[in-house]
């Protein structure tokens, strides 16, 4: 889904925003700009936090995980604007979640309407980690001078094959927050199950309800497998707060490029405990 203006230039800069919870080696690696979104807590915590950098080590306080907060700053206009036209590119490439679950987008295609220079904004057609392997072909696109006409080829390419399958290990934030459609968490309304769920191309289905974390282990690499039968290109295990099962997917899935932990603003949606895996097939 994008919009701006496309001519073929050179030095393009990608821009995204801090719910890929990409690590910031990579960030570094390929100059990536990630814009901020900034999380209101309760007045018994600190008054806000903002998120840059590696967020692998945020984790939600237990007492705020089922209230309900005033909400998260999504990235302005103005400061899309701003990553557009920061000194040293000429053109740039905005990467957003899948419009039906945020509103960047809206924030990101307005900015390319003002900015004086090329830029267009991409709808991912995913989110998180999902959304981070489509940065990341769009960055490494740019890497190598590309125009941004290529940027944007390498960018709607993965938009189009990425794969996301994630696991909620409780239903009460995402109900609270409401992205999720409600055949995904009725899937999950079992005390004690974790619901599975698979994202592509803007929509959620459900997979399964299960009772162990080993049959949503088994399942999530079952998925992997299926789709990717000649392996991925790209891969990143995500999580919220259990380092542990990230570890055990990421030995289950074999190779991949990063392990993400999610950040506070997708704590806040998706409770603790998430557990998933993105990947761009062969």
């Given at each position: 889904m994008?919009?701006?203006n496309?001519?073929?230039?050179?030095?393009?800069?990608?821009?995204?925003?801090?719910?890929?919870?990409?690590?910031?080696?990579v960030v570094s690696?390929f100059d990536?700009?990630?814009?901020?979104?900034?999380l209101h807590?309760?007045?018994?915590?600190?008054?806000e936090?903002?998120?840059?950098?590696?967020?692998?080590?945020?984790?939600?306080?237990?007492?705020?995980?089922?209230?309900?907060?005033?909400?998260?700053?999504h990235?302005?206009?103005?400061e899309?604007l701003a990553?557009?036209?920061?000194?040293g590119y000429?053109?740039?490439?905005?990467v957003?979640?899948?419009?039906e679950?945020a509103?960047?987008?809206r924030?990101a295609?307005l900015a390319?309407?003002?900015?004086s220079r090329?830029?267009?904004?991409i709808?991912a057609r995913?989110?998180a980690?999902g959304?981070?392997?489509?940065?990341?072909a769009g960055?490494?696109e740019a890497?190598?001078g590309?125009?941004?006409?290529?940027?944007?080829?390498a960018?709607?390419?993965?938009?189009?094959r990425v794969?996301l399958v994630?696991s909620?290990a409780?239903?009460e934030?995402i109900r609270?927050?409401g992205?999720l459609?409600?055949?995904?968490?009725?899937?999950?309304e079992?005390?004690?199950?974790?619901?599975v769920f698979?994202m592509?191309e803007?929509t959620?289905?459900?997979?399964?309800?299960?009772a162990?974390?080993q049959?949503?282990l088994?399942?999530?690499r079952?998925?992997?497998?299926?789709?990717?039968p000649h392996?991925?290109e790209?891969?990143a295990?995500?999580?919220?707060?259990?380092?542990e099962?990230?570890?055990?997917l990421?030995?289950?899935l074999?190779?991949?490029?990063?392990?993400?932990?999610f950040?506070?603003?997708?704590?806040?949606?998706?409770?603790?405990?998430?557990?998933g895996?993105?990947?761009?097939?062969k």
């Amino acid at each position: 889904m994008p919009t701006g203006n496309v001519q073929a230039v050179e030095r393009v800069i990608v821009v995204t925003d801090s719910s890929t919870c990409l690590p910031a080696d990579v960030v570094s690696a390929f100059d990536i700009r990630v814009l901020p979104i900034s999380l209101h807590l309760p007045e018994s915590l600190p008054a806000e936090e903002s998120e840059t950098g590696d967020e692998s080590t945020w984790r939600l306080p237990k007492q705020v995980e089922l209230e309900e907060l005033s909400g998260a700053n999504h990235p302005f206009v103005t400061e899309y604007l701003a990553a557009i036209e920061e000194p040293g590119y000429a053109a740039a490439a905005i990467v957003t979640p899948a419009i039906e679950f945020a509103t960047m987008f809206r924030n990101a295609a307005l900015a390319c309407e003002l900015a004086s220079r090329p830029s267009i904004a991409i709808d991912a057609r995913s989110a998180a980690a999902g959304q981070a392997l489509v940065v990341l072909a769009g960055a490494q696109e740019a890497a190598k001078g590309s125009d941004l006409d290529t940027v944007v080829q390498a960018i709607e390419d993965a938009s189009r094959r990425v794969e996301l399958v994630g696991s909620l290990a409780t239903l009460e934030p995402i109900r609270q927050s409401g992205p999720l459609p409600a055949d995904v968490l009725q899937a999950g309304e079992l005390i004690g199950m974790r619901s599975v769920f698979r994202m592509h191309e803007g929509t959620i289905e459900p997979i399964a309800a299960l009772a162990t974390t080993q049959e949503t282990l088994d399942t999530i690499r079952s998925a992997f497998l299926n789709s990717a039968p000649h392996g991925a290109e790209r891969c990143a295990v995500f999580h919220a707060d259990v380092p542990e099962l990230a570890e055990r997917l990421t030995n289950l899935l074999g190779h991949v490029d990063f392990v993400s932990g999610f950040s506070l603003a997708m704590q806040v949606h998706t409770g603790r405990g998430v557990l998933g895996a993105a990947w761009i097939p062969k």
